[in-house]
């Protein structure tokens, strides 16, 4: 759809933005050169080459994916740490593709028409088939997407967007496939989100959980946490999301919940999967392993190799939730 190209190109006009605090970016390629094992200085644990993963690289956010300059600042971390951040302001809209499509428009329709949905025990993908055996799938005849015709009820307005996509559905959007478009959301724009990562990871005491988002992608949008699949499913609304595991809701713009090999950088260590995104704690985030078996992952998907450092390997779609946990320390609120 040409029209996210425009919105991609009219987000990476915002470069211009004069920002006269920016003056600490050059610092990247500093940090670079000098920081692979100064994370483990920190650490007493027994396990501290863990976290001997070396810093960010802000380079790697694909042209386009930040709607401005990074800049560095003070910041606190969630264990008391106080280090230098990065703020890191990613676009809204993935560069490297184009989102959508998400709902099929009949029952007949292949899969090429939609996108996929995931609820914690499977990925569908999003065709006419699915849509009309819902009732089946989920085992309640209340289901029944679609009209005598067997036209999909697809969210059509921005009004029917807002309505269908919060946890309170619309009785009126029960039974609709809901999706957003990129001109529905506010003045048209892509939703621009200011994340705060340590420069450099700090290990936490003990592996977290994270609420609110996740870690941004290299592409230029947030990771965010789990769908809400039961109050979706609860609301006989299915919130679909594109082939990349994405989807829009008017107030955090496009956002991703799913995995699925978009995003990814071009380079691959052998054995790897390739990186496509950063977590709040400053840790890389590769795609997910074809067999998790065979790597001996630690319990938030993480593992040091010799060419990547420390790095977390995503959930499968089907979990719905992209980062099983965090191992490095957060800054409160940084997912802002
Ligand atoms: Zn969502
Ligand atoms: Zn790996």
New binding site residues.
């Given amino acids: 759809m040409s029209l996210a190209v425009l919105l991609i190109a009219g987000a990476c006009g915002s470069d211009d933005s004069g920002d006269s605090a920016a003056t600490d970016t050059d610092a990247t390629s500093e940090t670079d050169a000098t920081t692979s094992n100064d994370v483990s200085s920190d650490d007493t644990s027994s396990d501290s080459d863990t976290a001997a993963a070396g810093a960010v690289d802000v380079g790697l956010f694909f042209d386009g994916a930040l709607a401005q300059e990074v800049t560095t600042e003070d910041c606190t971390l969630s264990g008391g740490t106080e280090t230098t951040c990065y703020s890191i302001t990613v676009a809204g809209d993935p560069v490297s593709y184009d989102t959508g499509p998400f709902c099929p428009a009949t029952i007949t329709d292949s899969a090429e028409a939609g996108g996929i949905w995931f609820d914690g025990t499977g990925v569908y993908d999003l065709d006419g088939e699915f849509i009309a055996n819902l009732a089946e799938l989920y085992g309640d005849d209340n289901w029944m997407m679609y009209d005598e015709d067997g036209n999909v009820l697809v969210t059509e307005t921005a009004e029917e967007f807002e309505a269908a996509a919060r946890p309170d559905v619309d009785p009126s959007l029960q039974n609709h496939c809901v999706e957003g478009r990129a001109e529905w959301l506010e003045n048209g724009e892509p939703v621009t989100s200011t994340v705060l990562i340590p420069v450099e990871p700090v290990l936490a005491d003990a592996a977290a959980a994270t609420r609110g988002n996740l870690g941004v992608t290299l592409d230029g949008v947030v990771i ?1 946490e789990s ?1 809400p699949v039961d109050a979706i499913l609860g609301a006989y609304t299915i ?1 679909a999301f594109d082939d990349c595991g994405g ?1 829009y ?1 008017p107030f ?1 713009g496009y ?1 991703l ?1 799913g995995a699925v090999g978009c995003s990814e950088v071009d380079e691959v260590s052998d054995g790897e999967t390739a990186m496509f995104a950063y977590a709040m704690d400053g840790f890389a985030v590769h795609s997910p392993l074809d067999d998790p078996d065979s790597a001996d992952l630690d319990e938030c998907n993480g593992h040091t190799t010799e060419a990547d450092g420390y790095h977390y390997h995503a959930n499968s779609a089907e979990q719905n939730l992209v980062i099983e946990c965090l191992i490095g320390q957060t800054v409160d609120g940084g997912g802002r």
């Fill in positions: 965010a769908a919130a989807h809701n955090d956002h919940h």
